[in-house]
């Protein structure tokens, strides 16, 4: 619960610093010239994107339907997906408050710092050159 509060306030501060370091500049004499507006790469993704995605993924391994993932369900996920390591000890990184399940909230948190990691400029948006380059990294088409 604190890490979710101490979460939350931390991307609230990054929002209000990143409107205050605009509402700081003086305004030009003469208006700006636009320059030409150039398309998002396809593969940039923003924090909303980023945990919607791996929620909607992760979310597959609730196979009772109840909008938790209990341990075994995680278990049987991992198997499934063929992913190394021991899933209990990925389970217990996600389990933040220590119930044995994994629910929405705690997928949220936990993506956000994922993301926080990965976006490497804090640009609140994930680029091309900034996503990993693992089997589970987003894909493009997504």
């Known amino acids: 619960m604190i890490r979710r509060s101490i979460l939350a306030a931390a991307l609230s501060l990054l929002a209000v610093a990143a409107l205050a370091q605009t509402a700081t500049q003086p305004p030009s004499a003469t208006p700006p010239i636009a320059a030409p507006a150039t398309p998002k790469a396809r593969s940039d993704i923003t924090l909303a994107k980023f945990q919607k995605r791996r929620e909607k993924a992760i979310?597959?391994?609730?196979?009772?339907?109840?909008?938790?993932?209990?341990?075994?369900?995680?278990?049987?996920?991992?198997?499934?997906?063929?992913?190394?390591?021991?899933?209990?000890?990925?389970?217990?990184?996600?389990?933040?408050?220590?119930?044995?399940?994994i629910d929405r909230a705690e997928l949220d948190a936990f993506f956000a710092k994922r993301f926080a990691r990965l976006d490497k400029n804090a640009d609140g948006v994930l680029t091309a050159d900034e996503l990993p380059s693992h089997k589970t990294a987003p894909k493009q088409e997504q």
């Open 59 to 101: 979310m597959a391994a609730d196979t009772d339907g109840d909008g938790k993932i209990s341990l075994l369900e995680w278990e049987a996920f991992q198997a499934k997906r063929n992913v190394k390591g021991d899933p209990a000890k990925s389970f217990a990184r996600i389990d933040s408050n220590h119930d044995g399940f």
